[in-house]
């Protein structure tokens, strides 16, 4: 797991043709807006959360984000554990976040 700046994620994310954005957030914040093309898993979903994680793709570079980054590093590191070998933590989450966002309204 790897924390990233704003500016590190996004250009990073950028240049990367095996990325997938993740939103970890719960269901009435993403209400509020979501990164472009972001999926979302609830990480306050517990087990169901891990099971969602785990049947995802393994070899993908997942672009981790919450509201503020604690989350989201959380997701990280049990993504981590699972054994997925690149999952990267936005710092400071959406809240600091410049780029995009599309509404869910």
Avoid at 50 to 58: F, S, V
Wanted: charged share 30%; proline share 1%; net charge negative.
């Amino acid at each position: 797991m790897e924390d990233l700046t704003q500016d590190e994620w996004a250009e990073q994310l950028a240049n990367d043709d095996n990325a997938v954005v993740m939103d970890v957030r719960t269901d009435a914040e993403v209400a509020d807006g979501i990164i472009p093309n972001a999926i979302h898993i609830d990480i306050y979903k517990g087990q169901e959360f891990i099971n969602e994680i785990d049947d995802l793709d393994k070899s993908k570079n997942y672009y981790v984000y919450c509201r503020s980054g604690n989350r989201s590093g959380q997701a990280c590191q049990i993504m981590e554990e699972l054994g997925f070998e690149n999952a990267y933590n936005l710092e400071g989450g959406i809240l600091e976040w410049t780029g995009d966002v599309v509404d869910m309204e």
